[in-house]
């Protein structure tokens, strides 16, 4: 059970970081970035879940919707500046972490 709430509290939990993490290399619709996550973090959020995780992260001014020059009727989001900003410190927050925890000292 402990491993369980780990791999929850480390992906589901924290989907905005895995969403910020695909938007930092290109613009993606919703359905698309469902996708993305599973093919490339290996789980698999339900769709709802990352609306609703588009939906908060758009309010707090990570990210936008873009414009949709494709003209496929998709809504695209996009990475804003702040957004830019949390995914860095969370990045080092992560790395951090991960070092205090996993690296043998000295």
Avoid: C, Q
Wanted: net charge positive; no cysteine.
């Amino acid at each position: 059970m402990a491993y369980e709430r780990l791999v929850k509290k480390l992906t589901k939990e924290n989907l905005w970081l895995y969403i910020l993490k695909l938007l930092k290399e290109r613009s993606m619709y919703g359905k698309e970035i469902v996708k993305e996550v599973h093919r490339r973090f290996g789980f698999s959020p339900a769709t709802i879940t990352v609306y609703v995780a588009l939906y908060k992260m758009e309010r707090e001014g990570l990210i936008r919707k873009s414009k949709n020059i494709k003209g496929e009727g998709k809504v695209y989001y996009e990475l804003t500046d702040k957004g830019r900003e949390l995914f860095e410190k969370g990045r080092i927050f992560m790395k951090k972490m991960y070092k205090t925890l996993f690296e043998e000292e000295p």
